[in-house]
């Protein structure tokens, strides 16, 4: 499993902690539920560890200065982290794939894409890609 708290990640320190908070609603829960489940049991868990968040945070969508749509993202964890979960078996490259794009469109460097679907609680670091010149 990847190390909670890994300094080269930027936001390393939140990310951990979004983590550990993770991690305990899957002991607790363990996996088979809906992903709705999932999702309140980690607000609950965010609040009692006092990390500020908003859930099911609308965010615009943009293309060429020109607002197209909006998404609802999971969690938007300190003004500063996406988190987008999921409750499947095993996580597939199309997710990954999702969670990287909302953050380009949102405009944001750091993100998490969580999976509670798993036997063990699988989670994968996101940031936004570097542009090529």
Not at 15 to 24: L, P
Not at 55 to 64: Q, S
Not at 75 to 92: N, P, R
Request: aromatic share 10%; glycine share 8%.
């Amino acid at each position: 499993m990847a190390a909670i708290v890994n300094e080269k990640y930027p936001e390393s320190e939140l990310t951990g902690k979004i983590i550990g908070c993770s991690m305990e609603v899957h002991r607790i829960l363990g996996n088979g539920f809906q992903e709705v489940i999932y999702q309140r049991a980690l607000a609950i868990e965010f609040n009692r560890q006092g990390i500020p968040f908003s859930r099911e945070h609308e965010m615009a969508i943009n293309y060429k200065g020109e607002n197209i749509g909006s998404r609802r993202v999971d969690f938007f964890v300190a003004e500063k982290v996406m988190v987008e979960l999921k409750a499947m078996i095993q996580l597939e490259d199309v997710h990954l794939a999702q969670a990287i794009n909302y953050l380009e469109a949102y405009g944001l460097q750091t993100g998490l894409l969580i999976n509670f679907g798993a036997k063990s609680l699988d989670f994968k670091r996101v940031m936004k890609p570097l542009k090529k010149s």
